[in-house]
C-alpha cells in the first residue's frame, strides 16, 4: 500500500529555508510515478509548487522558481523539497503527492485532483 509522510515544517523569518521531506512507503518502482508538492494557503485552492517525473524531469510553478527546488533521493525513499529565500506568500499547508506516470503529463500546472496518492501535510509559516 502506497503512503506518504511529509515532514520539515515549521517557522521561519523572512528570507529564510526550509526543507521538507516526505517518507515514500510502497512504493515498488518509483519511475512509474509523478511526484509533486502542492500547497493550500488558508482559503485558497491548493496549488502544485514542483513536481518530478520518473524520468528525473522537474517543473516548477512560476511563483517558486529559483526559490524552490524538488528532488528525489531513492536509497532513502525520500522525496525533497528544498525552499530557500521565503516569503510571507509561502505561508502554507504543503503536501506531497504522487500518481501512476507512463510518460504522460507531470508539470507543475496538473491539478490536484488528478493525483491518487497524498500525504498528511506540513505546516509552514513565514512571519517578519
Known amino acids: 500500500q502506497v503512503q506518504l509522510a511529509e515532514s520539515g515544517g515549521g517557522s521561519v523569518q523572512t528570507g529564510g529555508s526550509l526543507r521538507l521531506s516526505c517518507a515514500l512507503v510502497g512504493f515498488s518502482y518509483r519511475a512509474s510515478y509523478c511526484m509533486a508538492w502542492f500547497r493550500q494557503a488558508l482559503g485558497q485552492e491548493r496549488e502544485a509548487v514542483a513536481t518530478?517525473?520518473?524520468?528525473?524531469?522537474?517543473s516548477y510553478a512560476d511563483s517558486v522558481k529559483g526559490r524552490f527546488t524538488i528532488s528525489l533521493n531513492n536509497a532513502k525513499d525520500t522525496l525533497y523539497l528544498q525552499m530557500i529565500s521565503l516569503k510571507a506568500d509561502d505561508t502554507a499547508m504543503y503536501y506531497c503527492a504522487a500518481d501512476g506516470w507512463s510518460g504522460g503529463y507531470c508539470d507543475a500546472d496538473r491539478g490536484a485532483s488528478s493525483f491518487d496518492y497524498w500525504g498528511q501535510g506540513t505546516q509552514v509559516t513565514v512571519s517578519g
Open positions: 518530478i517525473n520518473g524520468a528525473g524531469t522537474t
